[in-house]
């Protein structure tokens, strides 16, 4: 276990799910794509530029989040103005001037309908100057659910505990990386669109857990139920939020 665990803290100065803007993207007709759930990164390189991408809705989206950050910002001096513009008759549905810190990236979220739209960060004008850190976009709408296989790799919670996930046709399997002497824990199951539902199959005791994916880099975990090997209630009541994860490695 030991070897494993220096192996994953090897693997996760990669960072994952993730892509990068492609230049020139400074007009629609050469927007990079986004994809729901994974992360963007781009830069402004200078006072001209313009950075463009797209996206597509479907299957009854309702609102969008967005979240912009810049994790190296030095101070709160950078701006950005984003804008989100349906493609079909160039209405814009959101606009703002955005200016995330390092340790605050910005959440909003966005009334939307399904098709093809498209987002522009641009130099937020006036009086400011073109912030040149890099930043970061991620567009997750409220319909969103992970393909098949884009959940699976590695993860860890916000306790710096990790768990693999490995998904197929025949269900899913979730194991709990634990640095625990008593041995590891494991639960398999099946998801139905971002909602996974997991038994105990090995480890002590019995449990039901739920996994609640929001991205296909992020879920929540609960236990629907949970009894020790004595058959006590586990700690943690049901329905209770345990922990969320975040995707640290994928092949
Ligand atoms: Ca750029
Ligand atoms: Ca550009």
């Given at each position: 276990m030991k070897t494993l665990l220096i192996l994953l803290a090897t693997l996760l100065s990669v960072p994952v799910l993730a892509d990068s803007e492609t230049e020139p993207n400074n007009d629609q007709s050469i927007a990079d794509t986004l994809i729901a759930g994974e992360f963007m990164s781009g830069r402004?390189?200078?006072?001209?530029d313009v950075d463009y991408f797209e996206f597509v809705l479907s299957g009854g989206a309702e609102s969008l989040e967005l979240v912009f950050g810049s994790?190296?910002?030095?101070?709160?001096?950078n701006r950005w103005l984003i804008l989100v513009q349906r493609?079909?008759?160039?209405?814009?549905?959101y606009q703002e001037v955005l200016g995330p810190t390092a340790d605050l990236q910005i959440t909003r979220n966005i009334d939307i309908d399904n098709g093809w739209h498209w987002v522009s960060v641009r130099p937020p004008g006036g009086s400011l100057a073109t912030p040149n850190d890099v930043y970061n976009i991620t567009i997750t709408p409220d319909n969103f659910t992970p393909s098949v296989?884009?959940?699976?790799g590695v993860w860890q919670d916000n306790f710096s505990s990790y768990y693999s996930i490995h998904e197929g046709a025949d269900g899913l399997l979730y194991i709990e990386?634990?640095?625990?002497?008593?041995g590891w824990n494991a639960y398999l199951g099946s998801r139905i669109e971002d909602m996974a539902v997991l038994n105990l199959v090995v480890g002590p005791g019995t449990a039901t857990l739920e996994l609640t994916f929001t991205s296909s880099s992020n879920y929540e975990a609960r236990y629907l139920s949970c009894q020790t090997e004595g058959g006590d209630p586990c700690a943690a009541a049901p329905g209770e939020l345990l922990y969320t994860s975040t995707k640290v490695f994928a092949d």
């Open positions: 402004l390189s200078h006072d001209e994790p190296n910002v030095m101070g709160t001096e493609a079909s008759d160039g209405i814009l549905v296989g884009a959940i699976e990386l634990s640095t625990n002497p008593f």
